[in-house]
């Protein structure tokens, strides 16, 4: 899965929410370790110093994007108050109520 050029594509960006749940402190580790891959939805949401455009080609990344621009959609207001990222794009959906509890966390861990 792994290539030299994938390897060294972002090497410098932070990641903020991986890290602390995880240990994965890379996009391409999170690819390949299965609970980083069900949160790197919320990497995408509260993190707007990665250039997820760059990684959005792998189609994991694309189904986290997709689901962080649903969140987005639906909380916009408190992230931008508390995050101050760049907009994600809205989509409409449906958010899973069962992961609010995991989204307040993040959301508390990054805002303060």
Request: charged share 25%.
């Amino acid at each position: 899965m792994k290539t030299q050029q994938q390897n060294t594509a972002h090497p410098s960006t932070p990641l903020r929410i991986l890290p602390f749940y995880t240990g994965v402190h890379a996009v391409e580790a999170a690819l390949e370790d299965p609970q980083s891959r069900r949160l790197l939805w919320l990497e995408i949401l509260l993190n707007g110093d990665v250039p997820w455009e760059d990684y959005r080609k792998w189609p994991e990344v694309e189904v986290a994007y997709e689901k962080a621009c649903t969140w987005y959609g639906h909380y916009k207001t408190m992230i931008d108050g508390l995050i101050g990222r760049p907009p994600l794009e809205h989509r409409a959906g449906k958010i899973d109520a069962r992961e609010i509890r995991t989204f307040q966390e993040a959301i508390y861990f990054v805002s303060a």
